[in-house]
């Protein structure tokens, strides 16, 4: 930036050799047809004629070297706003990859995609062309300035009369160009936020036909951001007329009183024209410091979103070494409370699974048992809010004092709401494995649990069927076992298992868990199912209802008490 500042002075200071070269030419012409003025014409065309060549011969290097100069004060500032602008991305990224669960609770995805895309081009918008053209304004009014005094100081003084009020009427469109760039940068969140909604759901919006609806509210939340766009444009558009009209008056004063010089002989016309190319140099930069303004008005409102953002406060990620899974999973939640919310999700929930056994999860809806399992996935914290006491240990350590990186590498989690990325099907499995190796036996085998083998045949490209955004092509039975499969290449101590198999046909699922069961021997696992048979080959069964423990035991012990498991277990019985 300080050599892109350089090349800023050196353009400069050839810009203001350019009036100095005219006012001598201009002169020296003017002065040899006085001389000549009695002789007749004489050689007086051919010493005009030599006087033109060579100032004209300097104006072109002067203009030429103006323009080298001014290709490298672009090449070093820009560029440097392009790599602050791919460093400022780079940041936020790393920044929402490190931020807990409580904070994408509280923000909405098209918020996030404003503020690392538009507000961050705001922010190299300043860093590049707003600070590159304020420095060319800066050097070019001290320059021009410094050779207006020499010229005539007096006449200086009076045609600078206007800026002034030009300085007071910039600070005060300043000001309403900050809170209107405010305004719609907060707007524009708004929107993207809505169309970013409204494509991901746009399945459902179309099976309840709403389009309509969601076309209404498009229009206006557009015509909210056309708003405050034409009110900020009104602004400006009153900004630069009246830059130009105080600069016009000034160019009048140069005329009249530069007029008037002449006529006393203390001023030649080529002080004149000289006088009048310093005023017209100054006319661009001080319109430009208008938009320039806007640039870092915009810029500031910019950064200030950007920095909610960098400032926010990261979830603790523990500061514990590598450590191997040995002895037992122990878990106690005394009380667990959303933000918000008054009644507990969870409340006095204690057990522990011993390693190589597999503890089965159910209740009704709404009785805490996705609550629980994120909670152990570590997905859950303060950080949102949310109020908390109790912990999760791995072999006695606090899964709070790990770093999060170590307790989520013993980890396999299929959470009830399955993501797939945008990917072939092979990709998506294969990122299960994405820090261990998975070789084909690995996958065939991951495949083949997941009863996937027969969905792969349908596809005419097979593993290599690239999904639409969020699995979009795939059944919900299909995301599920993907989902699964997913979680099976990876080489996990613990298996949680939340609701997979929610989407499976009975039959599907029957041949699922007959070879989950064979998978898991000698595996720690949770199974959390609303549905009792993926829960038969647990080594216990815990039922949940309204964020306590209600049962404990077998699914044998259960089904000979009278309670709530025996009651669901009748229930789907019968359904089946």
């Not at 050689?43 to 490298?72: C, N, Q, S």
């Not at 007096?154 to 900050?178: G, H, M």
């Not at 399945?203 to 034409?230: C, D, M, P, T, Y």
């Not at 099976?488 to 699922?512: G, P």
Request: a neutral charge; one cysteine or more.
């Amino acid at each position: 930036m300080l050599a892109g500042i350089l090349f800023v002075v050196l353009s400069n200071g050839l810009a203001v050799l350019v009036p100095s070269f005219l006012r001598q030419g201009l002169d020296d012409a003017l002065l040899q047809s006085k001389w000549m003025r009695g002789a007749g014409l004489g050689d007086l065309p051919e010493r005009i004629g030599h006087i033109a060549l060579a100032f004209g011969v300097a104006l072109v290097l002067a203009a030429a070297t103006k323009g080298v100069f001014m290709y490298y004060m672009r090449q070093t500032l820009v560029v440097v706003s392009r790599r602050v602008e791919y460093d400022l991305k780079n940041e936020l990224y790393a920044k929402y990859q490190r931020l807990g669960e409580g904070f994408y609770r509280q923000h909405f995805t098209g918020d996030l995609m404003s503020r690392i895309g538009e507000d961050v081009s705001n922010v190299r918008m300043y860093i590049g062309p707003a600070i590159m053209y304020f420095a060319n304004v800066l050097f070019t009014f001290v320059a021009v300035l410094y050779q207006m005094l020499r010229v005539n100081a007096e006449l200086t003084l009076w045609v600078l009369i206007p800026l002034p009020i030009l300085s007071i009427s910039i600070y005060q469109v300043s000001r309403l160009i900050n809170q209107g760039n405010k305004r719609i940068q907060e707007q524009l969140s708004v929107l993207t936020t809505f169309a970013q909604e409204t494509f991901s759901g746009i399945r459902v919006i179309k099976s309840f036909g709403a389009e309509n609806a969601f076309n209404r509210r498009f229009l206006e939340e557009g015509q909210e951001f056309q708003r405050r766009n034409l009110k900020l444009a009104k602004i400006n558009a009153l900004f630069f007329p009246l830059m130009l009209f105080l600069m016009g008056l000034s160019t009048l004063l140069v005329l009249y009183l530069g007029g008037l010089e002449v006529q006393k002989g203390t001023f030649t016309p080529g002080n004149m024209a000289e006088f009048i190319l310093y005023l017209n140099m100054l006319i661009w930069p001080v319109a430009s410091l208008g938009w320039t303004t806007a640039l870092v008005q915009k810029a500031a409102a910019s950064q200030k979103r950007i920095n909610e953002f960098l400032d926010y406060a990261e979830p603790e990620t523990g500061s514990g070494v590598s450590y191997q899974f040995e002895e037992k999973l122990s878990v106690k939640v005394d009380s667990f409370v959303y933000a918000g919310k008054s009644n507990p999700a969870l409340n006095g929930v204690e057990f522990e699974v011993q390693k190589g056994k597999i503890l089965g999860i159910t209740g009704r809806t709404g009785s805490g048992k996705s609550t629980l399992i994120q909670l152990i996935a570590g997905q859950l914290g303060t950080d949102s809010g949310a109020q908390f006491s109790g912990n999760v240990c791995l072999d006695g350590i606090p899964s709070s004092t790990m770093r999060k990186v170590d307790f989520r590498r013993h980890l396999a989690y299929v959470p009830q709401d399955v993501f797939l990325f945008s990917e072939t099907i092979e990709e998506n499995i294969r990122f299960g494995a994405v820090e261990s190796d998975c070789d084909d036996t690995c996958l065939q085998n991951a495949i083949d649990i997941a009863n996937l083998k027969r969905d792969l045949e349908q596809w005419p490209s097979g593993l290599a069927t690239v999904l639409g955004e969020r699995g979009v092509s795939l059944s919900g039975g299909q995301k599920q076992r993907v989902s699964i499969a997913r979680a099976l290449v990876r080489q996990a101590d613990l298996f949680l298992l939340d609701d997979c198999l929610s989407a499976v046909d009975a039959e599907t699922e029957y041949k699922i868990i007959e070879k989950l069961k064979q998978h898991l021997q000698g595996k720690t696992a949770i199974i959390v199912s609303h549905r009792i048979a993926p829960l038969q080959f647990t080594d216990e069964v815990m039922v949940l209802d309204e964020g306590s423990v209600i049962q404990k035991g077998t699914h044998e012990s259960l089904l000979k008490e009278t309670g709530l498991y025996r009651q669901l277990y009748e229930r789907q019985f019968e359904e089946e």
